[in-house]
C-alpha cells in the first residue's frame, strides 16, 4: 500500500468557474452524508454505481457525454432532487473544475470503450482516456478530492499461460502498430498518471483494474460476449462463437464490482494502490455458450467465426483472462458473491423485458 495522502489541496487555485444556468441549478439541498462525482456515471458500471451511492445517502453529480451510453440507463433517477446529470465531457476543463470542486470523492469511470470505436477513431480513444483522465487528476489534485480510477485488465496485456493475474505482474504487449494495444496502453498511461500524482503531488487515489463486468444495462461496447450471446439465442440467431471457443474469460456481476468500487472508496487509508476487481471463476467460451442456450432454452446453432473475419485491422484476441483478487481481499475483504448463472439470468431477464440494441460484432475481449 503506497503512502497515505489526504486531501489537501496542493496548491492554490483560482475559485472554479460558475455553471451553466442549466448545471447551476443543481445545487445541493439536503443534508446527504457527501457528495459524489462519477465521471461516466450514465455508463453501465456508472449507473449502477449511481443507484448505490443514491441508496447510501449520497448525492450524486453525474458527468457523462453520453457517447457510449444512453440517458435510459439513468432516466428513473433523473426526477431526484439528490441526482444531477451533467451531459458534457471530461475533456472541458471548466466543467470538470466545477465538479470536483463541489463534490468530495470522484469516480472516474469515463472513457472511450469499444473495440469499434478504438478502431474507428483512434485519436478519439487516446484522447478521451488519457486526457480526460488528466483533466480529473488535476483537478482532483487541485482541489484534494479522493479519486478512484477505472483501470481495465487489459493493461497485463497478452498473457498466453493459463493462470490468474496479479496486480504486480509484467505487462505483455503486441506493437503499437496493432490497434488492438490502444486501449491498453491508454488505460496503462492513466495508471501511471495517476500514480504520479499521488508521488508527487499528494493526490488521494485508488486504481482499480475491472476483468470483465456483467450485469444488466451492458452492450456490446467492449464486445461483451454474455449480452450478444444472450440476444442471439432468444431471438433464435446462431451464437457467434470466435475461434474455436476454447479462449476463456471470467465474469464478474456487476453488483459485486460496484461493492468492491464503493469498498476501496471507503478505505481511506488506501491511497497510491491498484487493485484486480474481477471473478476468479474461468469458462470456455463454448461452454458459456451452451450455458446459455440451456438457461433460455433456444435452438439457435452455434457459428464459428474465424478471428481473422471478425476482428482484422490489427485486433487479435487474448486466450484467457482471470484475477488473482487476494490484494482487495486482503485489504477490504471483498470476493465475488454472484456466480455465472446468476449474471446469466439476470442479463437475460433484462434482455427479455427490454429491446437494447446488442452489437454482434462485439468481441470477447474484456
Ligand atoms: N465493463 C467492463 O467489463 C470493464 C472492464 C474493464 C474496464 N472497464 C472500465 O470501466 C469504466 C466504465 O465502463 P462501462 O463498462 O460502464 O462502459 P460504458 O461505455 O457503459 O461507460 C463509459 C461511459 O463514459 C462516457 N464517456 C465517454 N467519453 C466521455 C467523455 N469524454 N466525457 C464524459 N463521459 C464520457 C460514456 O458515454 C459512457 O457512459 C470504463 O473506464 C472502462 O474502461 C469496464
Redo the contacts with the bound molecule.
Keep these: 500500500m503506497g503512502p497515505k495522502a489526504r486531501r489537501q489541496p496542493k496548491r492554490a487555485s483560482a475559485p472554479p468557474r460558475s455553471f451553466p444556468a442549466a448545471v447551476s441549478t443543481l445545487a445541493c439541498v439536503n443534508g446527504h452524508s457527501g457528495k459524489a462525482l462519477i ?2 456515471g ?5 449507473s449502477h454505481l449511481s443507484e448505490r451511492l443514491l441508496a447510501d445517502g449520497w448525492e450524486v453529480f453525474v ?7 444512453t440517458l435510459v440507463n439513468v432516466a428513473h433517477l433523473k426526477d431526484r432532487r439528490d441526482f444531477h446529470l451533467v451531459v458534457d ?3 472541458s476543463p471548466s466543467i470538470v473544475n466545477e465538479l470536483v470542486h463541489k463534490c468530495d470523492v470522484v469516480y472516474h ?5 469499444g473495440v469499434r470505436l478504438i478502431v474507428e477513431q483512434p485519436v478519439r480513444t487516446m484522447v ?1 482516456n488519457v486526457q ?1 483522465t488528466e483533466n480529473v487528476l488535476d483537478h482532483a489534485s487541485r482541489f484534494g478530492k479522493r479519486v478512484l480510477i ?4 487489459e493493461v497485463y496485456g497478452d498473457h498466453r499461460e493459463e493462470r490468474p493475474l496479479s496486480e504486480g505482474d509484467r505487462r505483455i504487449y503486441g506493437p503499437t502498430t496493432e490497434k488492438r494495444w490502444l486501449y491498453a496502453d491508454s ?1 496503462a498511461m492513466d495508471e501511471h498518471l495517476a500514480f504520479s500524482y499521488h508521488l508527487e503531488r499528494g493526490l488521494d487515489a485508488v486504481v482499480v483494474r ?4 456483467v450485469g444488466p444495462r ?1 452492450v456490446g ?2 464486445g ?1 460476449v454474455i449480452p450478444r450471446f444472450v440476444g442471439a439465442a432468444l431471438s433464435g440467431q446462431p451464437l457467434e462463437v470466435h475461434g474455436d471457443g476454447t479462449q476463456t474469460r471470467s465474469f464478474c456481476h456487476v453488483s459485486d464490482t460496484i461493492r468492491a468500487l464503493k469498498g476501496l472508496m471507503d478505505a481511506e487509508a488506501i491511497s497510491g494502490d491498484v487493485f484486480n476487481v474481477g471473478s476468479t471463476a474461468r469458462i470456455r467460451i463454448i461452454d458459456l455458450a451452451d450455458r446459455v442456450r440451456e438457461l433460455t432454452r433456444s435452438r439457435s446453432e452455434l457459428a464459428f467465426v474465424p478471428y481473422d473475419d471478425v476482428y482484422g485491422l490489427g485486433i487479435e484476441d487474448t486466450l484467457h483472462r482471470e484475477a488473482a483478487i487476494g490484494k482487495i481481499g486482503s485489504a477490504i475483504g471483498w470476493q465475488p458473491s454472484l456466480d455465472l448463472d446468476r449474471i446469466l439470468t439476470d442479463v437475460i431477464d433484462h434482455v427479455r423485458a427490454t429491446s437494447l440494441p446488442l452489437e454482434p460484432e462485439a468481441l470477447e475481449a ?1
Design positions: 465521471t461516466g450514465a455508463g453501465f458500471i456508472g458527468l457523462d457525454d453520453l457517447s457510449t451510453s465531457s471530461v475533456l469511470l469515463a472513457a472511450a470503450v478521451t480526460g477505472a483501470s481495465s485488465s488505460k475491472l476483468f470483465n463486468t451492458q461496447h467492449y461483451m474484456g
